[in-house]
């Protein structure tokens, strides 16, 4: 499939990072390691205070063609969604590649995804799975963790809008890792890029609730990231201080929704399959009393059916 490339294409790598000079290093090597070789680097700082700030200089320095540095005025600390934006901004690339300085590109990321992407004109963004990286440590039992992150969504095919976002608002699939993501730059000059105000939880999926609703995505059977598992990610931050929950109601997802809600009416979105998938979502939130009986009866429900099974399973005695 390579022989599709066309060598002329710039890929801008965006990496984004904030105090993370344990892992920046092997992220900017995992670009300078692509068997694709017509990119650019952009480091670009969201207010580092530890030494992560003097590697992305030192690599802007001794590689002045292939990468550059960038951060908010002053120094400051916008957010990630203003820190990739800062980036698209600045990219002059034809296709953007997305990267967290704490996960890192096999070396054939760009070569393989660029190849479907012009295979496949329609397509506006490619993406595949993601592995939960957790062997990184050098720890035997963490190399047994390893795995492929379920994405819930057929593999090997073009999916067109709103196909994506009707399946996301039903809790039927996941988005994916962002360093996952081949986009072509024009998406954003359609779409706008993520969204300033989600500085942190759920700044992925309003991204690409946007792109779903506009864009044809192409989904590859393979991956070619390690998404690197760690506490000191986002997503752990979040999950410990009661910010997020993967599975139950919490106020970061009760924000995105309300957004999405507020983007479907500027939109003008009239499908009525989408309105109602999120409508269930929200449910919960404006009835929580409802929500909370719901629960407890599902939970009897469940119990009475096993206890069922149970006597069905008894000998019959005569």
């Known amino acids: 499939m390579t022989e599709h ?11 984004i990072f904030l105090n993370a000079e344990r892992f920046i290093e092997e992220a900017i090597e995992s670009v300078f390691a692509q068997t694709y070789g017509n990119w650019e680097l952009l480091l670009v700082d969201d207010g580092s205070t530890d030494g992560s700030t003097a590697i992305a200089l030192r690599y802007a320095k001794k590689y002045p063609e292939k990468v550059r540095y960038l951060e908010h005025a002053r120094h400051q600390n916008l957010g990630m969604s203003a820190t990739r934006n800062l980036g698209i901004r600045n990219a002059k690339g034809e296709y953007i590649a997305l990267l967290d300085a704490d996960d890192v590109w096999l070396p054939q990321k760009l ?16 993406f595949g799975a993601s592995q939960f990286w957790y062997s990184w440590t050098g720890n035997p039992e963490d190399s047994k ?20 976002l009707t399946l996301l608002l039903q809790n039927k699939i996941n988005t994916p890792a962002t360093c996952s993501v ?15 105000s989600f500085r942190g939880m759920y700044e992925d999926q309003v991204f690409f609730a946007k792109v779903y609703l506009k864009a044809s995505v192409f989904i590859e059977p393979n991956y070619w990231d390690r998404y690197r598992q760690h506490p000191g990610s986002s997503c752990s931050i979040a999950e410990k201080t009661g910010k997020y929950h993967p599975f139950n109601k919490n ?54 059916h096993h206890i069922g099974q149970r006597i069905l399973l008894l000998p019959i005695r005569n």
């Open 251 to 304: 106020p970061a997802e009760f924000v995105f929704l309300n957004w999405i809600a507020e983007y479907l009416s500027k939109e003008d979105v009239k499908n009525a399959e989408i309105w109602k998938a999120l409508q269930k979502r929200l449910w919960p939130y404006y009835h929580p009393e409802w929500d909370f009986f719901l629960y407890y009866f599902q939970r009897i429900k469940f119990k009475l």
């Open 111 to 126: 070569e393989r995804q660029l190849s479907i992407m012009e295979s496949n004109p329609q397509a506006t963004v490619v």
């Open 145 to 164: 963790r390893d795995c492929v992150r379920e994405l819930g969504i057929p593999l090997n095919g073009l999916l067109h809008p709103p196909k994506l």
């Open 5 to 15: 490339i066309n060598k002329k294409s710039l890929v801008s790598a965006i990496i």
């Open 182 to 196: 081949l986009i072509r730059r024009e998406l954003f000059q359609e779409i706008g890029g993520f969204e300033e």
